[in-house]
DNA sequence: CAGCCGATAAGCT
DNA sequence: GCTTATCGGCTGA
């Protein structure tokens, strides 16, 4: 009660929508829902901003790519099965939620940087460590999820409990879905908070959304996405 | 097995 | 802008 079913939130994205390289799967997440169903809750969000970490197949190799050197104990889920979860936790405090792509045996991935929230506010705002009241006016709404570490700690994702699993599998309690929200442009610019390939043209997100992050966000260029991949 | 350091965020100057 | 908290996985010995 209070809270949606996952399938209220769209339909589920299957695994044929990350069989492709992350470069072309990161403006095709834009707009898409994340949901993470934790106990009787729902906590969900409108992905707004994502990056593209290319797996080791590629000419030249991504040398910012968790998946650069192949495969390890940690990133073993980017070379499984596409629309995976990869969560790694980074400087002791904080964790990161990528989707795997590409075919089996291959890596690649989609680092989610930002949502705009939907479902869940006060708790995410709680899960934050935020007061959960007057969220709306503030604009408080917008600091929940924008930031790779900060959106992790919203929806209660952790390495432990949710690296691995299946984004498409209806009884996951981590998806992604897709409830009809239209997106035809891209802003991109180059990924946030590397120093290898620090320049390379693979962070994607909606022009003009107040919920992404960072001070970037305002360069880099518009691009339109083919329908063929919206 | 010890040392290093990162796809971060928050708080302070 | 600069500093720091705090950890696990990676690397090389």
Request: positive net charge; contains cysteine; aromatic residues 6%.
């Given at each position: 009660m209070g809270h949606p079913a996952l399938e209220e939130l769209g339909t589920l994205l299957p695994r044929a929508f990350f069989e492709a390289p992350p470069e072309v799967v990161a403006p095709r997440l834009l707009g898409k829902v994340l949901a993470h169903r934790a106990g009787g809750a729902v906590l969900a969000g409108r992905i707004v901003e994502a990056e593209a970490y290319l797996g080791p197949?590629?000419?030249?190799?991504?040398?910012?790519?968790?998946a650069h050197r192949g495969p390890t104990v940690r990133n073993s889920a980017l070379f499984g099965p596409a629309g995976h979860a990869y969560i790694y936790s980074i400087y002791g405090r904080y964790f990161c939620m990528n989707v795997s792509c590409e075919a089996e045996g291959r890596a690649g991935c989609v680092l989610l940087r930002a949502l705009e929230p939907l479902e869940g506010a006060d708790l995410m705002a709680r899960n934050r460590g935020l007061?959960?009241?007057?969220?709306?006016?503030?604009?408080l709404t917008r600091q929940l999820a924008s930031g790779p570490g900060r959106l992790c700690q919203a929806l209660g994702l952790t390495r432990r409990s949710?690296?691995?699993?299946?984004?498409?599998?209806?009884?996951?309690?981590l998806q992604i879905r897709d409830?009809?929200?239209?997106?035809s442009e891209a802003l991109v610019t180059a990924r946030i908070?590397?120093?290898?390939?620090?320049?390379?043209?693979l962070r994607f997100l909606l022009p003009g959304n107040r919920c992404v992050s960072g001070?970037?966000?305002?360069?880099g260029k518009r691009v339109s996405i083919p329908v063929e991949f919206r």
């Amino acid at each position: 009660m209070g809270h949606p079913a996952l399938e209220e939130l769209g339909t589920l994205l299957p695994r044929a929508f990350f069989e492709a390289p992350p470069e072309v799967v990161a403006p095709r997440l834009l707009g898409k829902v994340l949901a993470h169903r934790a106990g009787g809750a729902v906590l969900a969000g409108r992905i707004v901003e994502a990056e593209a970490y290319l797996g080791p197949h590629n000419d030249p190799p991504d040398p910012a790519a968790h998946a650069h050197r192949g495969p390890t104990v940690r990133n073993s889920a980017l070379f499984g099965p596409a629309g995976h979860a990869y969560i790694y936790s980074i400087y002791g405090r904080y964790f990161c939620m990528n989707v795997s792509c590409e075919a089996e045996g291959r890596a690649g991935c989609v680092l989610l940087r930002a949502l705009e929230p939907l479902e869940g506010a006060d708790l995410m705002a709680r899960n934050r460590g935020l007061a959960p009241g007057g969220l709306g006016a503030g604009g408080l709404t917008r600091q929940l999820a924008s930031g790779p570490g900060r959106l992790c700690q919203a929806l209660g994702l952790t390495r432990r409990s949710h690296n691995g699993l299946d984004l498409t599998d209806p009884a996951s309690p981590l998806q992604i879905r897709d409830d009809g929200y239209e997106v035809s442009e891209a802003l991109v610019t180059a990924r946030i908070g590397i120093r290898q390939a620090a320049d390379w043209p693979l962070r994607f997100l909606l022009p003009g959304n107040r919920c992404v992050s960072g001070a970037k966000s305002a360069i880099g260029k518009r691009v339109s996405i083919p329908v063929e991949f919206r």
